[in-house]
């Protein structure tokens, strides 16, 4: 997900769940859309005085333009961060710096335009106006309390995300402070100000800056992404890059918010001790009022068929890694459950394929997973396999027996008693997953905006039941060939296999 996939929780999240849980979970839930579009998707449970929200706009690193790469990953950093009302300390003199704050970046931008014949002292000197400009501004802000006053009533699990596809927010509440969740909720997408746009910005470039012992395994998807995709914006990094983050400016988040945070295009799940006829109500006042807007356009570039293997190369001193993908179809593509339930054959735990073969058997990798899904699901995506080479064993090797461990699954149907074993595990984890307020709540708002209605998650189950292991064999031979394949790699120069080391994977 922006990490591995959290759509492969989603898909699996109702899976063989007996079929009168899942009647009686689907009585309790009531939806409504007000006149601008806005949609609601409440569950009751009424055990424990308590509710979980979560508002999912659909939209995501995906829908970033050209040249403003990181934007929609700023703007979920910003969810709580106040309005006109919240977080200020005098909004008409808050609102008047920022004015002079964008004065004084465009004087600098106009400087900088001149490229050659920039006078690089004035530069300087625009810098430090900007600076001193944005310290004025934010001088005048009470930052945090936005969150603060959620705190303060109750409110627990405050989180904020962004993948590809989405960006999602949530917190809890208890019941008793339903109205304060419509009140600060409305208030948030209504009046947003982006004060701390800038620092976050900042903040944003440290993080793709420091620490680079770590990046190795997100230098490595990112390189992964960016070869196998040569057209889709899936190929772009969900931070941005840095040359498009250091020039974003606060303007632009404005025009993204105007354009993608309509009401239309967000979902809203409540899950809890909530009285629907009350919801409805308290919806009507505080979001009603928002205006209806036109939703926004769609994704429009499409990723043109691969036309053979490629690869990648990373060179570092850290740990050897292998990441290996498929290219595949999106989330409302029938062979999406059979992707999932091949992700869980390969991969769950020591059972898992992967684990049982290259680590317990041959020896030859420290650790071995698969993903269903990445970078996200409602495009065109990949599936990916990460193997870490154990001491003494190389990336070449990993990869070969990768490759003959796909062969197999391709040529031969799985086993009865290996399908019988994961259905049962997915029961077992579904059972778990549906216990959860917090996590119903973004289960409902996401199986609406991925697949146009809240109750496949009631009937996923249909289609799973009746996966064989020869479906399985047919995606895993369709899928897993090597047209659709990009292999990344990551190493020093001496550890990389030799290009005639690229091998079909059958």
């Given at each position: 997900?922006?990490?591995?996939?959290?759509?492969?929780?989603?898909?699996?999240a109702a899976l063989l769940l007996p079929a009168q849980q899942l009647r009686e979970l689907e009585k309790r839930v009531t939806?409504?859309?007000?006149?601008?579009?806005?949609?609601?998707?409440?569950?009751?449970?009424?055990?424990?005085?308590?509710?979980?929200?979560?508002?999912?706009?659909?939209?995501?690193?995906?829908?970033?333009?050209?040249?403003?790469?990181?934007?929609?990953?700023?703007?979920?950093?910003?969810?709580?961060?106040?309005?006109?009302?919240?977080?200020?300390?005098?909004?008409?003199?808050?609102?008047?710096?920022?004015?002079?704050?964008?004065?004084?970046?465009?004087?600098?931008?106009?400087?900088?335009?001149?490229?050659?014949?920039?006078?690089?002292?004035?530069?300087?000197?625009?810098?430090?106006?900007?600076?001193?400009?944005?310290?004025?501004?934010?001088?005048?802000?009470?930052?945090?309390?936005?969150?603060?006053?959620?705190?303060?009533?109750?409110?627990?699990?405050?989180?904020?995300?962004?993948?590809?596809?989405?960006?999602?927010?949530?917190?809890?509440?208890?019941?008793?402070?339903?109205?304060?969740?419509?009140?600060?909720?409305?208030?948030?997408?209504?009046?947003?100000?982006?004060?701390?746009?800038?620092?976050?910005?900042?903040?944003?470039?440290?993080?793709?800056?420091?620490?680079?012992?770590?990046?190795?395994?997100?230098?490595?998807?990112?390189?992964?992404?960016?070869?196998?995709?040569?057209?889709?914006?899936?190929?772009?990094?969900?931070?941005?890059?840095?040359?498009?983050?250091?020039?974003?400016?606060?303007?632009?988040?404005?025009?993204?918010?105007?354009?993608?945070?309509?009401?239309?295009?967000?979902?809203?799940?409540?899950?809890?001790?909530?009285?629907?006829?009350?919801?409805?109500?308290?919806?009507?006042?505080?979001?009603?009022?928002?205006?209806?807007?036109?939703?926004?356009?769609?994704?429009?570039?499409?990723?043109?068929?691969?036309?053979?293997?490629?690869?990648?190369?990373?060179?570092?001193?850290?740990?050897?890694?292998?990441?290996?993908?498929?290219?595949?179809?999106?989330?409302?593509?029938?062979?999406?459950?059979?992707?999932?339930?091949?992700?869980?054959?390969?991969?769950?735990?020591?059972?898992?394929?992967?684990?049982?073969?290259?680590?317990?058997?041959?020896?030859?990798?420290?650790?071995?997973?698969?993903?269903?899904t990445f970078p996200a699901g409602r495009y065109g995506n990949l599936f990916v396999f990460t193997v870490v080479p154990a001491?003494?064993?190389?990336?070449?090797?990993?990869?070969?027996?990768?490759?003959?461990?796909?062969?197999?699954?391709?040529?031969?149907?799985?086993?009865?008693?290996?399908?019988?074993?994961?259905?049962?595990?997915?029961?077992?984890?579904?059972?778990?997953?549906?216990?959860?307020?917090?996590?119903?709540?973004?289960?409902?708002?996401?199986?609406?905006?991925?697949?146009?209605?809240?109750?496949?998650?009631?009937?996923?189950?249909?289609?799973?039941?009746?996966?064989?292991?020869?479906?399985?064999?047919?995606?895993?031979?369709?899928?897993?060939?090597?047209?659709?394949?990009?292999?990344?790699?990551?190493?020093?120069?001496?550890?990389?296999?030799?290009?005639?080391?690229?091998?079909?994977?059958?």
């Open positions: 997900m922006t990490g591995f996939r959290f759509g492969t929780l989603l898909f699996l939806e409504f859309t007000l006149a601008n579009g806005m949609h609601f998707i409440l569950l009751e449970r009424h055990q424990v005085p308590v509710i979980s929200f979560h508002t999912l706009v659909s939209v995501g690193s995906a829908q970033d333009p050209a040249g403003q790469t990181g934007l929609a990953h700023l703007l979920g950093r910003l969810a709580f961060e106040g309005t006109e009302t919240i977080g200020t300390r005098n909004w008409v003199a808050e609102k008047k710096a920022w004015d002079d704050v964008e004065e004084a970046y465009d004087r600098l931008a106009a400087e900088r335009a001149k490229g050659s014949r920039a006078s690089q002292a004035q530069i300087a000197s625009l810098e430090v106006d900007v600076r001193r400009e944005i310290g004025l501004a934010q001088s005048l802000a009470d930052a945090g309390e936005f969150e603060r006053v959620i705190r303060q009533n109750g409110g627990v699990d405050l989180n904020s995300r962004t993948t590809p596809d989405a960006t999602e927010t949530s917190y809890g509440l208890p019941s008793n402070r339903v109205e304060l969740w419509f009140l600060m909720e409305s208030q948030r997408l209504a009046h947003p100000v982006f004060r701390e746009f800038y620092r976050e910005r900042a903040a944003l470039m440290a993080e793709n800056q420091n620490n680079p012992a770590s990046k190795s395994p997100a230098q490595l998807q990112q390189a992964l992404l960016a070869t196998a995709f040569a057209a889709h914006p899936y190929r772009n990094p969900g931070l941005g890059w840095p040359s498009d983050i250091v020039n974003l400016r606060r303007p632009d988040a404005k025009a993204f918010f105007g354009t993608y945070y309509v009401p239309g295009n967000i979902v809203m799940g409540i899950v809890g001790d909530v009285d629907p006829a009350n919801a409805r109500r308290l919806a009507e006042r505080y979001f009603g009022a928002i205006p209806a807007k036109p939703l926004p356009p769609p994704v429009h570039t499409e990723e043109p068929p691969q036309p053979g293997p490629k690869a990648v190369t990373v060179w570092g001193n850290g740990q050897p890694l292998l990441l290996v993908g498929y290219k595949r179809p999106s989330q409302t593509d029938p062979a999406d459950l059979a992707f999932d339930v091949i992700q869980t054959i390969l991969s769950e735990g020591r059972t898992g394929w992967l684990y049982k073969e290259l680590v317990e058997e041959k020896r030859i990798a420290q650790a071995a997973e698969s993903t269903a001491k003494d064993h190389t990336l070449e090797e990993n990869q070969k027996a990768l490759e003959d461990l796909l062969a197999r699954l391709a040529t031969k149907p799985v086993d009865a008693e290996t399908l019988t074993r994961v259905k049962n595990m997915l029961r077992g984890r579904a059972l778990r997953l549906l216990g959860s307020n917090q996590q119903l709540a973004a289960l409902l708002p996401a199986y609406y905006a991925g697949y146009g209605d809240w109750r496949k998650l009631f009937t996923a189950t249909t289609g799973f039941d009746h996966l064989t292991g020869e479906d399985l064999q047919a995606v895993a031979a369709r899928y897993f060939a090597p047209a659709y394949r990009t292999v990344a790699y990551y190493a020093d120069e001496s550890q990389l296999p030799a290009p005639s080391g690229q091998r079909s994977p059958r």
